[in-house]
C-alpha cells in the first residue's frame, strides 16, 4: 500500500495535471479556429493515439485468427457461468445455514423451556430415557446389518442399549408393550 502511495499516485497526479495542462493550452490557443478544427486536433492529439490505434490493433489480432475469437468467447461465457454458480451456491449455502441455526437454537429454547416447566430431576430422567432409545436403536441396527438374514426375532445377539428401546429386559417382540401399557 506504502508502494502505491509514494509511487504511483504522485505519477497519477503529475500525469493528469499535464493532460490537463495540454487539453487547456489547445482549447485555449483555438479559440480563434472553427469547431471543425477543434475537433480535428482533439481527433489528432487525443483520440487516435490513446483509443483508435489499440483498438484498431485488437481488431486486427481478431479478424486474423477467428479460432482466437472463439476461445475468447469461450473463456468469456465459462466465467461468466462459474461467477454466477458461484453466486447461486453462496445464495443457497446462506439460506441453509440460515436454517440450521434456526432449528439449533429453536432446539436449545425448546429444551430450555422443558427443563424449566418440569424441573431439572425430571429433564435428566426423560434424557436418559431418550439416551438409551437411541442408544438401542443404533445398537439394533447395528446387529441386524451385521446379521445375514436381518431377522429380527432369531437373533441371539442384543446390544445393551436401554434395554429395548429405553425399556430394560424386554424382548423384541414386546418392544413396545410399555407404551402400549401406558396408554390403555
Do not use: C
Amino acid at each position: 500500500m506504502d508502494y502505491i502511495q509514494e509511487n504511483i499516485l504522485p505519477s497519477l497526479r503529475t500525469y493528469s495535471t499535464i493532460l490537463f495542462q495540454k487539453s487547456a493550452s489547445t482549447l485555449l490557443s483555438s479559440s480563434h479556429q472553427t469547431p471543425d478544427q477543434i475537433a480535428t486536433a482533439i481527433q489528432t492529439e487525443y483520440l487516435e493515439p490513446y483509443i483508435l490505434q489499440p483498438l484498431s490493433t485488437l481488431l486486427d489480432l481478431f479478424t486474423s485468427s477467428s479460432n482466437l475469437v472463439s476461445a475468447i468467447i469461450l473463456l468469456l461465457t465459462l466465467y461468466i457461468s462459474l461467477r454466477i454458480l458461484d453466486y447461486a451456491r453462496r445464495v443457497v449455502m446462506f439460506w441453509v445455514t440460515l436454517v440450521m441455526r434456526m432449528i439449533f437454537w429453536t432446539a436449545v429454547l425448546s429444551i430450555a423451556v422443558y427443563v424449566y416447566n418440569v424441573g431439572p430431576e425430571k429433564a435428566i430422567a426423560d434424557a436418559g430415557w431418550i439416551w438409551g432409545v437411541a442408544q438401542g436403536f443404533v445398537e439394533d441396527f447395528v446387529v441386524a446389518a451385521n446379521t445375514a438374514d436381518g431377522d429380527w426375532g432369531t437373533r441371539s445377539t442384543r446390544g445393551s442399549g436401554g434395554g429395548s428401546y429405553g425399556h430394560a429386559g424386554s424382548s423384541p417382540q414386546h418392544r413396545y408393550r410399555g407404551a402400549r401399557r401406558g396408554v390403555a
